[in-house]
Structure formats: structure tokens, C-alpha cells
Nanobody
Framework: QVQLVESGGDLVQAGGSLRLSCAAS????????MGWYRQAPGKQRELVAT???????NYADSVKGRFTISRDNAKNTVYLQMSSLKPEDTAVYYC?????????????WGQGTQVTVSS
């Protein structure tokens, strides 16, 4: 089992910055991938960014150049640094971890943190 706790969501003006944190606990040794997803009202949950255990990153086109995902292995924490925020970035942001036991992979989700960008 993996537990994820997000923090850092807030109300911010367009053009501003925000940093989200996701602290993982439990069977963290089994985690092979972590990422951030977001879900705006009336829309499906979408991928924002991912980072592998080796540090390779991947971003949605809509956030490339504005968001940066990183991880602190000593703190078992993944961050999402968001800059040049736009109103369309408004959503609930969810931390995701994918764990593996060598045979199957399992997704885990945090409770979500609200990001609201005002115009």
C-alpha cells in the first residue's frame, strides 16, 4: 500500500506561481512512477506531468515550459512547480503513484488539492 498526501493548492492570480507537494509513505520502494493529474469541473482527469524513479520526466503539451516536476527521494516527496499560471489551469490536482510487485502494477491516488487561477 502507498499513501499520498498533497498540499500547496491555493488561489493565485494569472501569471503567478505555485508549488504543489506530494508526500508518499508506505511501500515506497515499490513505486516506479509518480505524477500529477488534474480535473477541472465537467472535464475528465488529465495527465499533467510524470517522473520515473530514474528522474525522467514527461509533460502534457499544455504545461510544457511552464510546469516542472521534480522529486526529493530523501523526503519521499514529488513537487510540481507551476509558473505563468492561466485561468485554464484551474482544477483539482491529484498526485498519482504507480507501484509494481514485479508482476502487476497498481495505481494510487491522493485526495487532491484545489488550484484556482483568477484572471
Amino acid at each position: 500500500q502507498v499513501q499520498l498526501v498533497e498540499s500547496g493548492g491555493d488561489l493565485v492570480q494569472a501569471g503567478g506561481s505555485l508549488r504543489l507537494s506530494c508526500a508518499a509513505s508506505g511501500s515506497i520502494f515499490s513505486i516506479i512512477l509518480m505524477g500529477w493529474y488534474r480535473q477541472a469541473p465537467g472535464k475528465q482527469r488529465e495527465l499533467v506531468a510524470t517522473i520515473t524513479s530514474g528522474g525522467s520526466t514527461n509533460y502534457a503539451d499544455s504545461v510544457k515550459g511552464r510546469f516542472t516536476i521534480s522529486r526529493d527521494n530523501a523526503k519521499n516527496t514529488v513537487y510540481l512547480q507551476m509558473s505563468s499560471l492561466k485561468p485554464e489551469d484551474t482544477a483539482v490536482y491529484y498526485c498519482n503513484a504507480r507501484s509494481s510487485n514485479g508482476f502487476s502494477q497498481y495505481p494510487y491516488w491522493g485526495q487532491g488539492t484545489q488550484v484556482t487561477v483568477s484572471s
